[in-house]
């Protein structure tokens, strides 16, 4: 079972959904017969809810479960409720991105375009402090908070169970200077860093490579476990938008494929980083 609660919820939420369409009713006539709200039935299907263990009995009984099918959704509901390491941060990291941060810790596969910033996951603290510091109206501890939480974040990358990640970045994100030149000399060094991990691959979508299949940053998650689908994550200042749909997903993989056929490759990608490493130097 995936481990963090993130994941348990959304694949308990997965499992109730699968149980109401089998049993072909609306979230609606599911509440009308155990005297529930439609939305209560509805919150529990898109983790938007919580979901009490006496309200899993409730619901195996309706669809006529076995024992061991509502013992584990009994499990998932329980386990749903704990903290993941990340929120004890409070305010550094808002609710929408807690709910990515844990998707992410689970994910198998990461295949994310950026196309103004160095990915989070491998921006040095200076980097992520000049971006909180910019872009958000928050206290010196919650940019502290959130710089910690994106450090740590990174551990994933360097782990026994670390995700095949691959990074498309657009060539803005490399010549912005974020900070000083010398940030980004520092920046670019933990770029080229990352690219040499076995589980990282690192490309460059140039300047001159015309049009291409995206029109924003965003980011693919994939999970082990089948009964897990694949999604699709896009953020903003204030809020974000999953994507789990298959149409949704299939064609940001149809978008992320274009976009790897027209970046370099990352050997050429890692010779234009240092180019722009010696023009920082200079």
Known sequence: MAGSPTARRRRLSIE????????????????????????????????????????????????????????????????????????????????WFNIYIGLEHDAST??????????????????????????????????????RVRMERQAMLTGPDAPDAWFIVNEAAVRNVIGDRSLMRD???????????????????????????????FTMLGFPAREDPDLVYRDGITDAVYLEGEHHVREYARAFDGLRAAALSPQRSARLIKSVLKEYAG
């Not at 109730?16 to 599911?30: G, I, P, Y």
């Not at 263990?53 to 009994?74: H, M, N, V």
């Not at 770029?191 to 924003?216: H, M, R």
Request: a neutral charge; proline letters at 3%; hydrophobic letters at 35%.
């Open 16 to 95: 109730l959904k699968k149980l109401r369409e089998k049993s072909a009713l609306t979230c609606a006539q599911v509440g009308e017969a155990l005297d529930w709200s439609g939305s209560k039935v509805n919150r529990m299907e898109t983790g938007s809810g919580r979901v009490q263990p006496s309200d899993i009995d409730a619901l195996c009984r309706f669809y006529g479960t076995s024992d061991e099918l509502r013992d584990f959704l009994k499990s998932l509901a329980r386990q749903a409720k704990t903290r993941g390491w990340w929120q004890v941060h409070g305010a550094g990291v808002p609710e």
């Open 110 to 147: 990461i295949r994310q375009y950026q196309c103004e910033l160095i990915p989070g996951l491998m921006q040095i603290g200076a980097y992520a402090r000049e971006l909180h510091t910019t872009g958000a109206h928050m206290s010196a501890q919650d940019i502290d908070r959130a710089v």
């Open 187 to 217: 920046q670019l060094e933990r770029v080229l860093d990352a690219a040499e991990l076995s589980s990282v691959t690192v490309q460059v979508l140039p300047f001159d490579s015309g049009t291409y299949p995206a029109t924003g940053s």
